[in-house]
């Protein structure tokens, strides 16, 4: 049986390059398998530890080979660019993915389960049809313009366009064709977005969910997808970096000992940074009606920031407290956001 210290995977739809590394440090084996007889290889191999690229079917293939008793270790593609020695290619990719993987300092990508990733299928679904269903309405507010036909903004306006689209002799026969047809396939988008959303409910109602929903703006979207999203908190070391993670930290461009900080970096979950910045603007719509410390901040940061900023602040402040609340179970403190 074959005996490796470390393998640097790099991963693809069909083909799969391997880069092993033998005890003495020295480059033992580069290799390009198909998927049938990558499985086999590391079935013929005494475990040992195993990077990847947390890409495309990673966590797949991370549950895979620690049931054969390896140790798989997840790392974000922009940690392990950085080790490319030249060019791009599988081998060159392989190689720099073990090198990275040896790095002391290298941050790695807890895998996810089955069932975590199956949630965030569900979101991913949701948010897709979402889309469908906003590209649709538009769609028909932009043709119906063309006959004259206006409605308010907002999607809640929608049947009283219909009505004026519906109205005797308002279209002609082909164009009101159309609008049936746009009008059915958004009342069947209406249906599965409801659907789906209350089979993700059901999944908020884990644990780490119900205390995750005790924050304010945190319904079971956001406390489904965070609980699914990061399945070990404690890989960051602070709230911050859970933060930032996000991508809801502003950026640096210090130099020189002058800390100079820009606008925030829109880097990492762009689908749950999305939603908390929602979230948080309905919280500043009812924050007045509210008392505690929480409250207080937004207030005092009200007075002398733009309302937008504020929102996104706040989204900062909540995904901290969201670190704080799945590393240590408690709950969150009531009076520090309670009805005046």
Known sequence: MNSFTRIGVDLAKNFFQVHAIDQEGKVALTRKLTRRKFRE???????????????????????????????????????????????????????AICEAMSRPDMRFVPVKSAAQQATLMLHKTRDLMVKQRTMSVNALRGHLAEFGLIAAKGIHRLEELLALARAEGALPEEARAAVEMLALQIEQLDMRIDGLAKSIGKTAKSPTGRLLMEIPAFGPLISSAMAASYPDPSVFKSGRDFSASIGLTPSQH????????????????R???KMLVVGCTSVL??????????????????????????????????ARICWAIMTTGEGFREELFTRA
């Open 41 to 95: 290889f590391f079935q013929r191999l005494a475990p040992c530890r195993v990077g990847m690229e947390a890409c495309g079917s990673a966590h797949y293939w991370a549950r895979e080979l620690r049931a054969m008793g390896h140790d798989v270790v997840l790392m974000p593609p922009a940690y392990t660019k950085p080790y490319v020695k030249r060019g791009k290619n599988d081998a060159a990719d392989a190689a």
């Open 254 to 269: 210090s130099s020189g000992g002058r800390d100079k900080l820009g606008a925030i970096t829109k880097k990492g979950n």
């Open 271 to 273: 689908y749950l940074r």
């Open 285 to 318: 719509r009812v924050a007045d009606k509210y008392k505690g410390g929480l409250a207080d901040w937004i207030a005092a940061m009200r007075k002398n920031k733009p309302e937008r900023v504020v929102a996104v602040a706040l989204a900062n402040k909540l």
